[in-house]
Nanobody, 123 residues
């Protein structure tokens, strides 16, 4: 399976972006999906995850109330809606897929990764 992340860019603090992650090669309707990010000089960290049908989501405390993850299984795509962006949200954002229907929050449980999309938030 290939994952293609898009939607990153430069935005001012307080602004919004929507990231998309389209899957190809197989249908991921019964896969958990997630977003991670990696800032320069830091380890990759969990951002948000969603279960197979979108009925359950989980977000990191640092983004809770600002970021929302959603999915459209008909389009084989997962989204990350980012509002009230802060400079500390600047990072490369990666989407991932994990076999299984439950929400997955740990990095090592994800088997497929996209190439990343850069989000830069200016102050």
């Amino acid at each position: 399976v290939q994952l293609q992340a898009s939607g990153g860019g430069l935005v001012q603090a307080g602004g919004s972006l929507r990231l998309s992650c389209a899957a190809s090669g197989r249908t991921l309707g019964n896969y958990a999906r997630g977003w991670f990010r990696q800032a320069p000089g830091k380890e990759r960290e969990f951002v948000a995850a969603i279960n197979w049908n979108g009925g359950s989501t989980y977000s990191a405390d640092s983004v809770k109330g600002r970021f929302t993850i959603s999915r459209d299984n008909a389009k084989n795509t997962v989204y990350l809606h980012m509002n009230s962006l802060k400079p500390e949200d600047t990072a490369v954002y990666y989407c991932a897929a994990a076999c299984g229907i439950a929400v997955v929050t740990t990095l090592h449980q994800y088997s497929s990764w996209g190439q990343g999309t850069l989000v830069t938030v200016s102050s």
